[in-house]
T-cell receptor, first 113, second 109 residues
Framework: ETGVTQSPTHLIKTRGQQVTLRCSSQ?????VSWYQQALGQGPQFIFQ???????GRGNFPPRFSGLQFPNYSSELNVNALELDDSALYLC????????????FGPGTRLLVL | RKEVEQDPGPFNVPEGATVAFNCTYS??????FFWYRQDCRKEPKLLMS???SGNEDGRFTAQLNRASQYISLLIRDSKLSDSATYLC??????????FGKGTKLSVKP
């Protein structure tokens, strides 16, 4: 196991609602990246947090936002949920020196109805 | 051109076989390269980091050709437990990873 934890494991929401997903990074890791994986696709980069600030962002709209806390844990917030937001949301942690060597948590499976 | 291109498979091989996966990537600025494996409905697990021209870890050998923007993974003596989707992953420009759809491997008894 990587030591990266995510909650909740599963979630069902309806269109238009808001959702918050949580991630705790591996001990000693201060960088957290979030990815969205739709069925049959590879994970797509949403954003990365380092030192409590967004450090990079993929091609996702502003209704996808995040936070990082002093203990390096992170949240992903999605507003105004759409049906296409149904996916596996993965967080990955890494160190600042090796930000691309990333270890993934088990993911949160979100279903939007 | 897609950022990462892999043969989706599936590759169906018998136990003990040697199998090779190929991958091309479009971002010539990528500095880091990885292979991940992903089991059905699970998270990707880091299999290997790919250094300079390549490296070996037990039954797994990865090769990198920066000039051709090509990465390969060779698995020797395949085990049933090697059945998974294998993802070739170059690093992006924002500390992120760039994933394609991966190649599905099924090892049969």
């Amino acid at each position: 196991e990587t030591g990266v934890t995510q909650s909740p494991t599963h979630l069902i929401k309806t269109r238009g609602q808001q959702v918050t997903l949580r991630c705790s990074s591996q001990s000693g890791h201060n960088t957290v990246s979030w990815y969205q994986q739709a069925l049959g696709q590879g994970p797509q980069f949403i954003f990365q947090y380092y030192r409590e600030e967004e450090n990079g962002r993929g091609n996702f709209p502003p209704r996808f936002s995040g936070l990082q806390f002093p203990n390096y844990s992170s949240e992903l917030n999605v507003n105004a949920l759409e049906l296409d937001d149904s996916a596996l949301y993965l967080c990955a942690s890494s160190t600042e020196l090796f930000q691309e060597t990333q270890y993934f948590g088990p993911g949160t499976r979100l279903l939007v109805l | 051109r897609k950022e990462v291109e892999q043969d989706p498979g599936p590759f169906n091989v018998p136990e003990g076989a040697t199998v090779a996966f190929n991958c091309t990537y479009s971002n010539s600025a990528s500095q880091s390269f990885f292979w991940y494996r992903q089991d059905c409905r699970k998270e990707p697990k880091l299999l290997m980091s790919v250094y300079s021209s390549g490296n070996e870890d037990g039954r797994f050998t990865a090769q990198l050709n920066r000039a051709s923007q090509y990465i390969s993974l060779l698995i020797r003596d395949s085990k049933l437990s090697d059945s998974a989707t294998y993802l070739c992953v170059p690093g992006g420009s924002q500390g992120n990873l760039i994933f394609g759809k991966g190649t599905k491997l099924s090892v049969k008894p």
